[in-house]
Each structure stands twice: as C-alpha cells, then as structure tokens.
C-alpha cells in the first residue's frame, strides 16, 4: 500500500511540474521576405536558440536569432543589409512571451520583440500542433522596420520597403 502511495505522488507531482523544453535547431528556421523597387527575396535563419516553459500548456518562450545567421543567397546584398542595420552593434532580434493563450491549435503570443536595440510590444498568432513529441508552432507576422531603424536599408538609393514579413517554423522537443 505505501509503494502505490508513494507511487502516486511523483505521479501526481510530476503531472504538475514545468518542464523547459528547447528548439531544434536542426528542424526550426525563421525566414524574412522584403520587397526593393528592381526586386523581392527572402533570407532564412536555421540557427536560431530557444525554449520554452511547458506545464501542459505553453506558459513561457525565449528565442534569440543572431543577425547574421540569415542568408538570402546573395552574400553582397546580406553584407550591406548588415551594416546598414549595425549588426556589430546590435547582434540579435529576440522575443519573448508569457502571456500566451490557446484555442483550439491557434495559439497567441503578447509579448516583447527587440531588434536594433529597441524594444516593442507584439501580438503574433500561430498554429500550434504536437506532432512525434515535438511541439511544432508555424505563422507568421509583419514587422515595421521604421519602428527599429532610424533609416531603412538602401540599395542603389532606394530603400527597401518598411513592412517585412516573418515567417517562422519551430519544433521544441517534449
């Protein structure tokens, strides 16, 4: 009887533990798509750190993505969109949450995005699935970068245009 009892309790007290569960790096990429007047193109990151807080239900995520992972397949156009925005000084973009809800498999995110050294308040809507004990958690969102930079990257004397669009998939292991 105290085996079963005893049993039980690290049943129960492991049910209602959080676990930290971290990014695959190798599955997770973020990609970035913009706009310029002679042409469009997309830059991906597949580096990117992250974990979350999971107690049955997401209560907390942390990612960072350093600048220079992105590659748009044109490696003079990243270097100049680089030190346009001043990636020795500003390294990262990260964000975090713990205000997140979930109906059904969307779930939302309010929380704090910073880049370029500034900081911003966010709401991202995502899809949320479990699949092969993996959380997978898939949208995307636009970002102003005039809300971030002083000056908007150029190329031949034309910026790029303000609105990019973030598209991220991410696998956090259970």
Known sequence: MMKKLIFLFFIVNFSY???TLMLDKVK???????????????????????????DGVISKIALAVKLIDFDSGNSNRDLQLLESIEILKFP???????????????????????????????????????????IKIQGKFQLLL????????AFMLF????????????YFDE
Not at 105 to 128: D, L, R, V, W, Y
């Open 17 to 19: 533990s959080q676990s």
């Open 28 to 54: 997770s990429k973020i990609n970035y798509k913009t706009k310029h007047i002679f042409n469009s193109w997309e830059g991906v990151n597949n580096d990117i750190n992250g974990v979350m807080v999971y």
């Open 92 to 134: 990262y973009v990260k964000f975090y949450s713990e205000e997140i809800e979930l109906k059904g498999n969307e779930i939302t995110f309010n929380g704090e995005i910073e880049f370029h050294g500034k900081k911003k308040q966010i709401k991202i809507i995502a899809i949320n699935q479990t699949i092969k004990n993996q």
């Open 146 to 153: 005039s809300e971030f930079l002083e000056n908007i990257p």
């Open 159 to 170: 910026e790029i245009e303000n609105d990019v669009t973030i598209s991220f998939e991410l």
